[in-house]
C-alpha cells in the first residue's frame, strides 16, 4: 500500500506547504502573464517565461490567453456598467463572490468579446492545437501528476489548485476588489485595494492603484505597499527575461517655477488622481476646523470630515447622486469650505476632456495657482506653491 503515498512521502505540514507553493506558481502566472503582460501590455517576456506561464496555466486552470485578456479588458472598459462582465456594484456583491467563476464562462461564450477586445495573444501552433484546443487535458494531466508524486494527498492538492484561481481571482479581486477595502485615488470605479501587503494574490490585492494606473507594471504605490509580483517582475529584468514597458507616474519636486509651463501641465494631468488625493490629504486641516463647525443632524462631526476627503478626491461628476444634497447642504454651511471645494473642482477643467487648447490650460492654471495664493487660506497657498514645483519623475 506505499503506493497510496506517491513518489514523495512528507509530513501533513509538507502537503500544506507544497499546495501553497503550487498555487501561488499559478497566481504569479495569472497576475504577471495574463494580467500584465497579455491584457495591458505593461510588460514585455523573454519567450522562456512566457512560454513556461502558458504551459503552468494550461495544467492548473485551462484558462484561454485570448478569452482571459479580451474579458478583462471589457471589465476595464465598460467598469461598473450593466456591460461590465462581473461587477459588484452592477450583480451584487454575492453574486460575484461566489459565482466569478460561472460569470467568467459565461462571458467566455460571447463571441463579440473575444473579437473586440482579444487582440494580440498568442496565436501559435501551441495556442490553437493544445492550449485552446485542449483545455481539459491540461488539468487531467496535472491530477496524473499530483497523484504520483503525492499519493492521495495528491487529489486533496489539485483540488485546491482547482479551486484556488476561481476563488481568489475571479471571486475575491472581482468581488471584494470593488466593493471593499481602501482606496489610494477616487477614480471613476470602485475598485479598492483590499489589503497594502499584494503577497497571496500575486499584488492584484492593490486593486485600486491597479484601476488608477491600469497599464502600469507595478501595482503598488505608496510606501507601504509590497506587490510580490512587481518583486518577481524585476528579478526577471535583471535576469534579461522580462522588460517593464510602463510604471504609474509620479510627481516629483524641482525648482519652483513663478511662470508655470507646458511641461508642468503635463504632469499635473499624468498624476491627476495624486494631485486630487494630495489636495484633500494636504487641506485636511481646514476641512477638519470646519467641519467642527458645522451642525448637520444626519452627520457628525467625524463622517463630515471623512466625507469631505473624499468629497475633494473626486471630480463632481464622481460623486454618488444620494450624497450630493448633503455636499450643497455643507458648502452653504461654510464659505471657506465653499472655496476650497469650488477650487478643487477647477482643477477638473485640466484633466477632463476640453475643446481648450494646451495654452489656454496652461492659462488657466497660472491664474489658478494665483488666487489660490491669494486666498488667504494658508494650507491652498502651500498647495499652489508644491503645483509650481511638479513635475514627471
Known amino acids: 500500500m506505499e503506493w497510496l503515498n506517491g513518489l514523495i512521502d512528507l509530513p501533513w505540514w509538507g502537503y500544506i506547504v507544497v499546495a501553497l507553493v503550487l498555487t501561488h506558481i499559478t497566481i504569479a502566472s495569472v497576475t504577471i502573464f495574463l494580467h500584465r503582460h497579455q491584457a495591458h501590455r505593461a510588460l514585455d517576456l523573454h519567450p522562456i517565461p512566457s512560454h513556461f506561464f502558458r504551459f503552468w496555466l ?3 486552470t485551462g484558462q484561454v490567453t485570448k478569452e482571459w485578456a479580451a474579458i478583462h479588458r471589457k471589465h476595464h472598459a465598460r467598469c461598473e456598467t450593466a456591460e461590465d462582465p462581473h461587477s459588484p456594484q452592477v450583480l451584487g456583491i454575492d453574486k460575484v463572490l461566489w459565482q466569478g467563476a460561472e460569470l467568467y464562462r459565461t462571458a467566455c461564450q460571447d463571441r463579440s468579446i473575444m473579437e473586440k477586445f482579444g487582440h494580440g495573444t498568442p496565436d501559435d501552433w501551441l495556442e490553437r492545437h493544445v492550449y485552446t484546443g485542449q483545455t481539459g487535458k491540461g488539468i487531467l494531466l496535472m491530477l496524473v501528476i499530483d497523484l504520483v508524486l503525492f499519493g492521495a494527498a495528491g487529489l486533496a492538492i489539485w483540488a485546491v489548485q482547482m479551486a484556488w484561481i476561481p476563488f481568489f481571482a475571479a471571486g475575491v479581486i472581482n468581488g471584494i476588489g470593488h466593493y471593499w477595502g481602501y482606496r489610494n ?3 471613476e470605479d470602485a475598485s479598492t485595494n483590499i489589503v497594502p501587503w499584494g503577497i497571496l494574490i500575486g499584488g492584484e490585492e492593490l486593486h485600486n492603484n491597479h484601476h488608477t494606473f491600469g497599464t502600469s507594471a507595478k501595482l503598488s504605490y505608496k510606501w507601504f505597499e509590497f506587490d510580490i ?3 518577481y517582475i524585476r528579478i526577471m529584468e535583471i535576469l534579461g527575461l522580462a522588460k517593464v514597458r510602463k510604471v504609474a507616474p509620479r510627481l516629483v519636486q524641482t525648482a ?19 494631485v486630487a488625493a494630495r489636495y484633500a490629504r494636504e487641506l485636511k486641516d481646514v476641512y477638519r476646523a470646519e467641519a467642527a463647525k458645522i451642525q448637520l443632524p444626519e452627520l457628525g462631526n467625524t463622517d463630515l470630515a471623512r466625507k469631505m476627503k473624499v468629497w475633494l478626491k473626486q471630480d463632481a461628476k464622481d460623486t454618488p447622486m444620494a450624497e450630493r444634497a448633503q455636499l450643497a447642504a455643507v458648502l452653504a454651511k461654510s464659505q471657506v469650505l465653499n472655496t476650497v471645494y469650488s477650487m478643487r473642482q477647477e482643477l477638473t477643467r485640466l484633466w477632463e476632456r476640453s475643446s481648450l487648447s494646451r495654452d489656454e490650460l496652461l492659462k488657466e492654471l497660472q491664474d489658478w495657482c494665483n488666487r489660490a495664493e491669494a486666498s488667504g487660506i494658508e494650507s491652498l497657498q502651500r498647495f499652489a506653491q508644491s503645483l509650481r514645483t511638479a513635475a514627471v519623475a
Open 58 to 60: 494550461w495544467l492548473t
Open 185 to 187: 485615488f477616487e477614480n
Open 256 to 274: 519652483a517655477n513663478p511662470q508655470l509651463d507646458l511641461d508642468q501641465l503635463q504632469a499635473i494631468i499624468a498624476n491627476r488622481y495624486a
Open 229 to 231: 509580483g512587481w518583486m
